[in-house]
């Protein structure tokens, strides 16, 4: 077996978690809709784009994930412009939001297809922002590429008082319940093999 796990991601920081762990990977972004469809709910939202990821490239044994941030029922994805990361800030200032990440793992081969797939939610707490904490953290421009307009392991780890639930999901790939899948798969870790 090709111990070679495909990621099929470009965030950086879903290949630093898992490269961490000792996975050799290949990345190989896929190139899928990632737009919400009418009346889709946040946890299906995660799960299909995950999967549809997963599908979209070959591979032995394949991972892909997809995060969302989603305050009072609402999506909130990469923003806009500066303005849009500002009102998404806004909307997090002092309140609770859930990090839904969902994980699916696919094993092209040996054999048929198989997946195994998992959505992880995890409780932020934001602490009070003012107009000057907003603006200040929108001008580093960190929040510019940010799903909900904030990176818990960088700069935007200021604004959050508490987390409950994966660390890691929130950052983009909660690594306890990829290891599951991977296990669930046959897929052999590195601290595994002979």
Known sequence: MDHRLVLASQSPRRRELLAGLGLALDVRPANTDEAV?????PRDYVLRVAR???????GEVVLAADTAVVAGGEILGKPRD???AGRMLRALSGARHQVLTAVCVRRNAPGP????DVVVSTEVRFRPLTDRDIAWYVA???PLDKAG???LQGLGGALVEGVEGSVSGVVGLPLAE???LLSELGYPLPWERP
């Not at 469809?37 to 709910?41: A, D, M, P, T, V």
């Not at 549809?52 to 070959?58: I, S």
């Open 82 to 84: 500066a303005g849009d």
């Open 178 to 180: 990829s290891l599951a």
């Open 149 to 151: 307009a904030y990176a």
């Open 37 to 41: 469809r009418s009346g889709e709910r």
């Open 113 to 116: 297809a198989r997946e195994r």
């Open 140 to 142: 580093t421009g960190e």
């Open 52 to 58: 549809e990821k997963a599908r979209a490239v070959g």
